[in-house]
C-alpha cells in the first residue's frame, strides 16, 4: 500500500473512531438528560372531561416518549386561571390549555358561534358541527395570532342556576349572573333584562355564596365538581346553550418539536380527548343525579310553552353577531341539528 493511500486509510478509521465515540458519548447524554417539561393548564376540577382528558394525555405521552417529556397537569387554575392562560400559552410557559370555546374572543370573533343561545338542540349537533368542515376550520382561526387548535372537547349543555326558580325570562330580569367572558352571553342576558358580569371561574362559588351575584350558567358537570349547586337553591333545566372547549398550544411550542414527536403528541391528544368526551356523556347524567339527591338544588323542569318564551327572548342575539360570526357558519351549525 503507497505511504499516501496508508495515512487515508487511517485518517477515515480515526474520523470512526471519534464518531462513534461521539455517538456513545451523545447517547450518555441522552440517557442523563432530563425529561422535557411540558405543563398543561386548567381551570376546573380533576373528576371532570377536561380533568380527566389531561391526565390521560399526560399519560400516554410519558407512556409513549418514557425518559423524553414528562408532562404536569395543574387543574382549578393552580398554574393559570381564566385571565392569563392564554397569554401565558404565547410567552411559552405553558405548552397546552384547553380553556372554554367562549374565551377565546380577544383572539377571534368565530368561535363566539358557539355561544349563540339555543343554537344546537343537543350535544350530538354540537359533535356533528365541530367535526364537519366548518367546524374543523374553526380550529384554525387563530393560527396568526400564533394558537394552534388540536381538537374540540367537549363538557357538556349549559343550565341556568339562581337563588331563586327561573321559569320564564321576567324571572331573570334585574338578577346578577356571573359569565364567562364572552360578549354573546352577556347580550343573551341583557335581552331579559338581567346584569351579567364577567368573571374568572375560581371566583365562582365565592360570588354565589356570598350573594355577590345571583346566578350563572354552567354545565352539570362543573355545577356539580365546583359545588355551586350548594350555593344555589334552583337549577333550571334550559339547555340553552354550549360548554365545550377547545385544546389548543403555540405555534412556537408545536412548530418547534420533532414531526415524529408531533406525530406522538397529537395521537396521544386525540386518544386523551376521545375519553375525555366519553366521560363527559356520561357524566353528564351522573352529576345532575348526584346534585338531585344532595336535595341542596331544586330543579325546575321548563314547559315546551315556557322554554319557547326563553328563545323568544334570547334568539335575537344571532342578529347582533352575525357579521362576526358569518352567516354560512351559523347555517352550517343549524343543519348540524338535523342528522
Ligand atoms: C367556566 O368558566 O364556567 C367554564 O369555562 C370553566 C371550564 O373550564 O369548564
Do not use: C
Not at 43 to 59: I, S
Not at 186 to 211: N, Y
Amino acid at each position: 500500500m503507497k505511504k499516501s493511500t496508508r495515512t487515508l486509510t487511517h485518517t477515515f478509521k480515526s474520523i470512526a473512531k471519534f464518531a462513534t465515540a461521539a455517538s456513545i458519548l451523545t447517547a450518555s447524554f441522552n440517557v442523563f438528560a432530563e425529561p422535557v417539561e411540558i405543563k398543561f393548564s386548567h381551570v376546573v376540577a380533576e373528576n371532570t372531561p377536561k380533568g380527566q382528558m389531561a391526565l390521560k394525555f399526560k399519560e400516554l405521552i410519558e407512556q409513549r416518549l418514557p425518559g423524553e417529556y414528562i408532562v404536569n397537569v395543574f387543574p382549578n387554575s393552580q398554574l393559570f386561571g381564566d385571565n392569563n392562560e392564554l397569554a401565558a400559552l404565547l410567552l411559552n410557559d405553558v405548552q397546552f390549555v384547553a380553556p372554554s370555546l367562549s374565551k377565546f374572543e380577544r383572539y377571534t370573533k368565530k368561535l363566539q358561534i358557539f355561544d349563540l343561545p339555543f343554537l344546537f338542540e343537543d350535544m350530538d349537533a354540537v359533535d356533528r358541527f365541530q367535526q364537519s368542515e366548518s367546524g374543523q376550520k374553526l380550529l384554525n382561526a387563530m393560527n396568526r395570532k400564533g394558537i394552534v387548535g388540536l381538537g374540540y372537547l367537549h363538557n357538556g349543555m349549559k343550565q341556568f342556576s339562581a337563588n331563586d326558580p327561573l321559569n320564564l325570562p321576567k324571572d331573570a330580569n334585574g338578577k346578577k349572573f356571573r359569565i364567562m367572558a364572552s360578549d354573546v352571553i352577556a347580550a343573551q342576558f341583557d335581552a331579559v333584562g338581567a346584569i351579567p358580569v364577567k368573571k374568572p371561574f375560581s371566583e365562582v362559588f365565592t360570588l354565589l355564596q356570598t350573594r355577590a351575584i345571583d346566578g350563572q350558567e354552567n354545565t352539570w358537570s362543573n355545577t356539580y365538581s365546583m359545588k355551586f349547586y350548594e350555593v344555589q337553591s334552583h337549577i333550571t333545566e334550559s339547555n340553552h346553550g354550549v360548554l365545550d372547549y377547545m385544546v389548543v398550544t403555540s405555534n412556537t411550542f408545536w412548530k418547534g418539536l420533532p414531526a415524529d414527536k408531533r406525530a406522538v403528541f397529537k395521537s396521544s391528544l386525540d386518544e386523551a380527548i376521545a375519553l375525555g368526551n366519553k366521560i363527559a356523556s356520561e357524566k353528564g347524567n351522573e352529576d345532575k343525579q348526584a346534585i338531585l339527591d344532595s336535595n341542596r338544588s331544586q330543579l325546575v323542569t321548563l314547559t315546551p310553552e315556557a322554554r319557547q318564551q326563553w328563545v323568544n327572548a334570547m334568539k335575537p342575539v344571532w342578529a347582533k353577531f352575525e357579521d362576526q360570526i358569518g352567516r354560512d357558519m351559523i347555517d352550517a351549525a343549524q343543519a348540524a341539528n338535523t342528522k
